[in-house]
T-cell receptor, first 111, second 115 residues
Framework: AQKITQTQPGMFVQEKEAVTLDCTYD???????LFWYKQPSSGEMIFLIY??????QNATEGRYSLNFQKARKSANLVISASQLGDSAMYFC????????FGAGTRLTVKP | NAGVTQTPKFRVLKTGQSMTLLCAQD?????MYWYRQDPGMGLRLIHY???????AKGEVPDGYNVSRLKKQNFLLGLESAAPSQTSVYFC??????????????FGPGTRLTVL
C-alpha cells in the first residue's frame, strides 16, 4: 500500500531564506508520481511541482525545487528566497492508481 | 474557463439527511476525484472516475456514492449523513489516464457540517 509521511507539523523560516519541507513515501510500484500542493488559509489547493519516478533530474518550478532521492524514497520540497505569501500548509502527494496525501506541514514565514 | 467548480460552498445537514455535491469541470478532463479533508489532516480520496460512466473506490468510500453520467460532471452523494462525515470536500480533475504524470486541478471545496 502507498504511504506518504510528512514529519514536520510546523516550520518557521525567515523571509528571503530557503526552507526544506520533508516528505518520505513508501511504495513497491516502480512507476509513480510525486506532487507538492500549497493550501493557503483561504483553503484552495494550488499545484506547485511534479516529479515522475523515472525522471532523471530533479524538478524545478521557479522558486520551488524538488529534491528527489529515489533510493531513500524521499521527495523534499525546497523553497528558495521565502516570501511572506509562502505562509501556508504544504502537502506532499503520491499517485499510482489513485492519489495519497501526507498530513501536511504548516510553513510560517517571518518578516 | 472556470476550471473546477463545486456546488454548494457550504451546507449544514442533520443526521440521517441526504444530499448531493456537484462538481463540474470545463477542461475536458477524463479523470475526476472526490476527496475529504478533516481538520489538521491531508486529503483522503473517497471515489474517483477514469471517464464518463465509470467510478472506482478510493481510500475512504464507505457512506458515499458517486456518479459520472456526463464527462464534465461528477456527483458525490451522502444517503444518510453522519456526524463523522463533517469535513471539507474537494473535487479535482486531471487530463488523462496517466495519473502519474497528470496534475490534478482542484475546486474551491465544500464545507459540510452534519449535526
Amino acid at each position: 500500500a502507498q504511504k506518504i509521511t510528512q514529519t514536520q507539523p510546523g516550520m518557521f523560516v525567515q523571509e528571503k531564506e530557503a526552507v526544506t519541507l520533508d516528505c518520505t513515501y513508501d511504495t513497491s510500484d516502480p512507476s509513480y508520481g510525486l506532487f507538492w500542493y500549497k493550501q493557503p488559509s483561504s483553503g484552495e489547493m494550488i499545484f506547485l511541482i511534479y516529479q515522475g519516478s523515472y525522471d532523471q533530474q530533479n524538478a524545478t518550478e521557479g522558486r520551488y525545487s524538488l529534491n528527489f532521492q529515489k533510493a531513500r524514497k524521499s521527495a523534499n520540497l525546497v523553497i528558495s528566497a521565502s516570501q511572506l505569501g509562502d505562509s501556508a500548509m504544504y502537502f506532499c502527494a503520491m499517485s499510482y492508481n489513485d492519489m495519497r496525501f501526507g498530513a501536511g506541514t504548516r510553513l510560517t514565514v517571518k518578516p | 474557463n472556470a476550471g473546477v467548480t463545486q456546488t454548494p460552498k457550504f451546507r449544514v445537514l442533520k443526521t440521517g439527511q441526504s444530499m448531493t455535491l456537484l462538481c463540474a469541470q470545463d477542461m475536458n478532463h477524463e479523470y475526476m476525484y472526490w476527496y475529504r479533508q478533516d481538520p489538521g489532516m491531508g486529503l483522503r480520496l473517497i471515489h474517483y472516475s477514469v471517464g464518463e460512466g465509470t467510478t472506482a473506490k478510493g481510500e475512504v468510500p464507505d457512506g458515499y456514492n458517486v456518479s459520472r453520467l456526463k464527462k464534465q460532471n461528477f456527483l458525490l452523494g451522502l444517503e444518510s449523513a453522519a456526524p463523522s462525515q463533517t469535513s471539507v470536500y474537494f473535487c479535482a480533475s486531471s487530463r488523462s489516464g496517466r495519473v502519474v504524470a497528470d496534475t490534478q486541478y482542484f475546486g474551491p471545496g465544500t464545507r459540510l457540517t452534519v449535526l
